[in-house]
């Protein structure tokens, strides 16, 4: 290993943890503050091919922790209004994406960046609303099971669209091949990988060698992902497959808090740094507009489906529009699917600016809607405000 690598892993390392404190203690995320240490870094060392290879690695640990936290049977669970605030508010985010995008930057962009708009990430909301003590109300418990669905069907939009692109070309026979391969892979994963990879991590304890057990589901992990990869369809659907497998065994928890320590110690980091290195900063003034543009489309484009699809549910507007606010979040699943995009040549880096910049905004936005929505006096008037 070259000693130049070595230095740039340790800036990095450093970096993360250092603007992640620093973000966590002003109350904001901590991926933030990865992203924009990564920038500030980026200015001094500009990252190497293999720091960027290696950094990928903290993408495939995102959607494999991504699915080990979700459950088979929690989405069979979701129930009505979390399903349907779910697909309501995937389908408007794709819609609205795609609508934004489109007289700037064409069809195929569009077609990216409208599935960029539909993944959620509800870590930050679940902060706010424990702060609110509204976790286990059932705007809380909406937002929660509604995330399990959408994360399900943002990764699998992204990976058809990212697979669609890559080919060159859009006609239905591509599409059907592409959806029936995502089909076989959902179904190998959730109905044949659980029991088989619990008889083998089993029979590994049996023989003794329980410490196995991580060793082994990193490499089935990689295996998954390659696979994917093979098959012409992203990656990360084999990760975040392959963690929804193992989601459904008994080893769950000791593989989620082992591997937890490393992924998010070490790769995911890396990966966020990684992000903010690859920013050019000179492309900020040529995106600024389309950016503010696609940052409104998506926040806006959560709260009107998301909260749709709690109205058609049966809930009233209060609680809608809560449930709406609660879903605007975006992080990780983005730009590990902007990674793979810009590895396949599909998408230019002026793109990474314009996703962080949603992603920041949507985070910053979020807190101070939520708990305005929840404040008795104002969530009707600010209905009424972003309905009109």
Not at 291 to 314: P, R, Y
Request: hydrophobic share 60%; aromatic share 10%; proline share 3%.
């Amino acid at each position: 290993m070259e000693l130049e690598l070595i230095l740039y892993l340790a800036l990095m390392l450093m970096t993360a943890e250092t603007f992640g404190w620093i973000f966590a203690r002003i109350g904001q995320p901590v991926v933030l503050g990865q992203i924009i240490g990564g920038v500030i870094l980026g200015m001094f060392f500009p990252p190497t091919t293999e720091v960027i290879d290696i950094s990928m690695l903290g993408v495939l640990f995102l959607l494999f922790m991504a699915g080990l936290e979700s459950s088979v049977d929690e989405l069979k669970e979701a129930g009505k209004v979390g399903f349907l605030t779910a697909v309501v508010g995937v389908v408007v985010a794709f819609l609205i994406g795609f609508a934004v995008v489109y007289p700037f930057k064409g069809f195929k962009q569009a077609l990216l960046f409208g599935a960029l708009a539909t993944p959620t990430s509800v870590s930050l909301t679940v902060r706010v609303l424990m702060e609110l003590d509204a976790l286990k109300t059932v705007e809380g418990n909406t937002i929660i099971t509604a995330a399990i669905v959408d994360d399900v069907l943002g990764v699998i939009i992204l990976s058809v669209v990212i697979s669609i692109l890559v080919q060159g070309g859009i006609d239905s026979v591509g599409i059907g091949v592409i959806l029936l391969k995502v089909m076989a892979f959902l179904v190998i994963s959730v109905y044949i990988t659980p029991p088989a990879i619990d008889w083998l991590l089993r029979k590994v304890v049996r023989l003794g060698f329980a410490d196995s057990t991580i060793t082994l589901s990193v490499a089935v992990l990689f295996a998954f992902a390659y696979l994917a990869e093979h098959m012409n369809l992203a990656s990360i659907l084999g990760a975040y497959l392959f963690g929804l497998a193992l989601s459904e065994t008994e080893f769950r928890k000791p593989i989620f808090e082992h591997t937890r320590i490393v992924a998010h110690s070490i790769f995911i980091p890396l990966f966020f740094v990684d992000v903010g290195m690859n920013i050019p900063l000179k492309s900020i003034s040529h995106v600024g507009l389309f950016a503010i543009i696609f940052t409104v489309g998506a926040i806006v484009s959560k709260i009107i489906g998301c909260g749709l699809g709690a109205l058609i549910a049966g809930l009233d507007l209060k609680r809608a529009l809560r449930i709406g606010i609660g879903m605007i979040p975006r992080m990780g699943v983005e730009l590990a699917m902007l990674a793979i995009a810009m590895n396949a040549g599909i998408v230019g880096k002026e793109a990474y600016v314009v996703i962080v910049l949603m992603i920041f905004f949507s985070t910053l936005i979020t807190p101070p809607l939520l708990k305005m929505s929840f404040s008795r006096e104002n969530s009707e008037e600010l209905g009424h405000l972003i309905l009109r």
